[in-house]
Antibody
Framework: QVQLQESGPGLVKPSQTLSLTCTVS??????????WNWIRQHPGKGLEWIGY???????YYNPSLRSRVTISVDTSKNQFSLKLTSITAADTAVYYC????????????WGQGTIVTVS | DIVLTQSPESLAVSLGERATINCKSS????????????LAWYQQKPGQAPKLLIY???TRESGVPDRFSGSGSGTNFTLTISNLQAEDVAVYYC??????????FGQGTKLEIK
């Protein structure tokens, strides 16, 4: 059973770069042709898709965040990561990693989420 | 981007009764080649991550109780929870994966027990 677990700092200062990692267990990040995503949820609000990494090396980001986002993978550690630069209070949110079975599919597995506060 | 509008924003239903949540899309999410609607429903309980309930608008994810059902076509979709249980208290979201990769979610519907 594949599981995802986010990790990273809970508190980040404005203007800094946020770095989060999602560790995949129970399966290889390289297998199955899955799409590995980051999604966030502002306090008391809905869900915002940030971007994905696909195991061919391709990435795609939400245009609203594209200038500040990088998603990468470390296959040796079975992890994928999110970097968000020039953060502000508006980036305070719960950040989730999630898997999609294909590019045209729902998110079937989610991490538990990690709270990030910008202050 | 495809905008998903859910209604109502919140609802309270008695135990054992039926809850109905609607999701309206700003454009069709029917993928003609597949003859499937690229729409999913999620359940998010307090302090937890969203959980996939329904995909292709009406296909139940493995392990999801059959009291959860999805229906609809074109731009109008419904999540129905029959025989409401206390553990069904949550916020429910619809999501489209038609206009990939710009995935979007509805604003959520909060379900409570009356």
């Amino acid at each position: 059973q594949v599981q995802l677990q986010e990790s990273g700092p809970g508190l980040v200062k404005p203007s800094q770069t946020l770095s989060l990692t999602c560790t995949v267990s129970g399966g290889s990040i390289n297998s199955g042709g899955y799409y590995w995503n980051w999604i966030r949820q502002h306090p008391g609000k809905g869900l915002e898709w940030i971007g994905y990494f696909y195991n061919t090396g391709s990435t795609y980001y939400n245009p609203s965040l594209r200038s500040r986002v990088t998603i990468s993978v470390d296959t040796s550690k079975n992890q994928f990561s999110l970097k968000l630069t020039s953060i502000t209070a508006a980036d305070t949110a719960v950040y989730y990693c999630a898997r999609a079975r294909t590019i045209t599919d729902a998110f079937d597995i989610w991490g538990q989420g990690t709270i990030v506060t910008v202050s | 981007d495809i905008v998903l509008t859910q209604s109502p924003e919140s609802l309270a239903v008695s135990l054992g009764e039926r809850a109905t949540i609607n999701c309206k899309s700003s454009q069709s999410v029917l993928y003609g080649s597949y003859n499937k609607h690229f729409l999913a429903w999620y359940q998010q309980k307090p302090g937890q991550a969203p959980k996939l309930l329904i995909y292709w608008a009406s296909t139940r994810e493995s392990g999801v109780p059959d009291r959860f059902s999805g229906s609809g076509s074109g731009t109008n979709f419904t999540l129905t929870i029959s025989n409401l249980q206390a553990e069904d208290v949550a916020v429910y979201y619809c999501q489209q994966y038609y206009h990939t990769p710009m995935y979007t979610f509805g604003q959520g519907t909060k379900l409570e027990i009356k």
